[in-house]
Nanobody, 123 residues
Framework: QVRLAESGGDLVQPGGSLRLSCTAS????????MGWYRQAPGKQREPVAS???????TYEDSVKGRFTISRDSAKNQVYLQMNTLKPEDTAVYYC?????????????????WGQGTQVNVFS
């Protein structure tokens, strides 16, 4: 059973930094890609950053230049370094991974989620 566990959420002042960690129950290279989503109160869950097996990274526009996604395959971990945090970054941050799985004669991409970690940015 695939498990993703986040840690690192906290209360931080604007301009501060946090690093979120996601630990997978298996090799992160078993996943097609891994990444981070966030959900603010009253809003839909949105993608923040992702990293593919090829190490190609993508970022949501509002976090470019402030957030960095990275990984440590030896630890089965993916990280999100968040700098220059703003109040609008306040949200529950979820680790996400997707894997190709057999679906009869075909295959499908299946998503897996962690339980989320709360990030609060305010004075």
């Amino acid at each position: 059973q695939v498990r993703l566990a986040e840690s690192g959420g906290d209360l931080v002042q604007p301009g501060g930094s946090l690093r979120l960690s996601c630990t997978a129950s298996e090799s992160i290279f078993n996943f097609n890609s891994m990444g981070w989503y966030r959900q603010a109160p009253g809003k839909q869950r949105e993608p923040v950053a992702s990293i593919r097996n090829s190490a190609e990274t993508t970022y949501e526009d509002s976090v470019k230049g402030r957030f960095t996604i990275s990984r440590d395959s030896a630890k089965n971990q993916v990280y999100l370094q968040m700098n220059t945090l703003k109040p609008e970054d306040t949200a529950v941050y979820y680790c996400h991974g997707d894997k190709w799985q057999r679906d009869g004669a075909n295959r499908k991409l299946v998503s897996f989620w962690g339980q989320g970690t709360q990030v609060n940015v305010f004075s």
